[in-house]
């Protein structure tokens, strides 16, 4: 494949790597001193689009692609407010959208351990605190990330007296047994290198259960991104990683 890279930082020269390793073509480079230049002229030699860049520029990004009738797979997170008009747009160009929260084949088996968690919590009202961590490094701009959101929509959806998410630095002070007036806390940090981590831990008067996803390395979530980019080929419409993966 000929594959522009929207988004030139850590993430995209980790994508460019390994893209590269399994025989692909990069035609295009973008990063923050080439953006604005940028149009859809010079996308029409790629065969896909990996969008990798920040949640002001995302959408944006995407529509120039579906104007060049180039497919996209978008890992920016926080522009999620757009999402139904970008879907809208897709289909009207008759184009090919891939987008998740997360690119990591774990996080997303992780997604579907957190729910089947949260399934079992609806009955087990003994366990009347909930709540999610999410650590990232400082370049990580989004707060709570989108992976985080996802996971909290998740139990939303699944434990009928959590009825909406609060995002806390983890600086801030909350106070516990706050979901008993349906809150779910999601607790951010950001700091230097470290891996990217998601906790949703539930609390009882006798116990605590927890279950952890640790990204150890950029490495699973540009895989999963150019696997994306390679199963899109030849599709048209709007895809995530439910469909790729069959969950």
Same mark, same amino acid.
């Given at each position: 494949?000929?594959?522009?890279?929207?988004?030139?930082?850590? @993430?995209?020269?980790?994508?460019? #790597?390994?893209?590269?390793?399994?025989?692909?073509? !990069?035609?295009?480079?973008?990063?923050?001193?080439? $953006?604005?230049?940028?149009?859809?002229?010079?996308?029409?030699?790629?065969?896909?689009?990996?969008?990798?860049?920040?949640?002001?520029?995302? +959408?944006?990004?995407?529509?120039?692609?579906?104007?060049?009738?180039?497919? &996209?797979?978008?890992?920016?997170?926080?522009?999620?407010? #757009?999402?139904?008009?970008?879907?809208?747009?897709?289909?009207?160009?008759?184009?090919?959208?891939?987008?998740?929260?997360?690119?990591?084949?774990? &996080?997303?088996?992780?997604?579907? &351990?957190?729910?089947?968690?949260?399934?079992?919590?609806? $009955?087990?009202? #003994?366990?009347?605190?909930?709540?999610?961590? =999410?650590?990232?490094?400082?370049?990580?701009?989004?707060?709570?990330?989108?992976?985080?959101?996802? !996971?909290?929509?998740?139990?939303?959806?699944?434990?009928?007296?959590?009825?909406?998410?609060?995002?806390?630095?983890?600086?801030?002070?909350?106070? @516990?047994?706050?979901? $008993?007036?349906?809150?779910?806390?999601?607790? $951010?940090?950001?700091?230097?290198? !470290?891996?990217?981590?998601?906790?949703?831990?539930?609390?009882?008067?006798?116990?605590?259960? =927890?279950?952890?996803? *640790?990204?150890?390395?950029?490495?699973?979530? +540009? !895989?999963?991104?150019?696997?994306?980019?390679?199963?899109?080929?030849?599709? *048209?419409?709007?895809?995530?990683?439910?469909? @790729?993966?069959?969950?």
């Amino acid at each position: 494949m000929k594959i522009a890279l929207i988004g030139y930082g850590k @993430m995209g020269k980790t994508i460019e #790597q390994i893209a590269l390793r399994r025989g692909h073509q !990069i035609v295009l480079r973008v990063d923050v001193n080439n $953006s604005k230049y940028i149009d859809t002229s010079d996308l029409k030699g790629a065969d896909v689009a990996i969008e990798f860049s920040r949640p002001d520029s995302a +959408a944006e990004n995407i529509r120039k692609c579906f104007k060049a009738g180039v497919p &996209v797979v978008c890992g920016t997170t926080g522009w999620y407010d #757009q999402l139904d008009a970008i879907s809208k747009d897709c289909k009207e160009s008759a184009g090919s959208f891939f987008y998740a929260a997360n690119y990591s084949i774990g &996080v997303n088996l992780f997604f579907e &351990v957190n729910k089947k968690l949260a399934q079992l919590m609806n $009955s087990q009202t #003994q366990y009347d605190e909930v709540l999610i961590h =999410e650590s990232h490094h400082l370049e990580k701009l989004d707060s709570p990330s989108g992976t985080a959101i996802t !996971i909290a929509q998740d139990v939303i959806d699944n434990i009928d007296r959590v009825k909406h998410w609060v995002n806390y630095k983890t600086d801030e002070s909350v106070t @516990m047994g706050a979901e $008993s007036d349906g809150e779910l806390p999601i607790f $951010s940090t950001r700091e230097d290198e !470290i891996p990217g981590t998601h906790i949703v831990k539930y609390f009882s008067d006798v116990d605590e259960i =927890e279950i952890i996803h *640790k990204a150890l390395s950029r490495q699973g979530f +540009a !895989i999963g991104a150019l696997t994306a980019a390679e199963w899109l080929q030849g599709k *048209k419409g709007v895809f995530t990683m439910k469909d @790729m993966l069959q969950l």
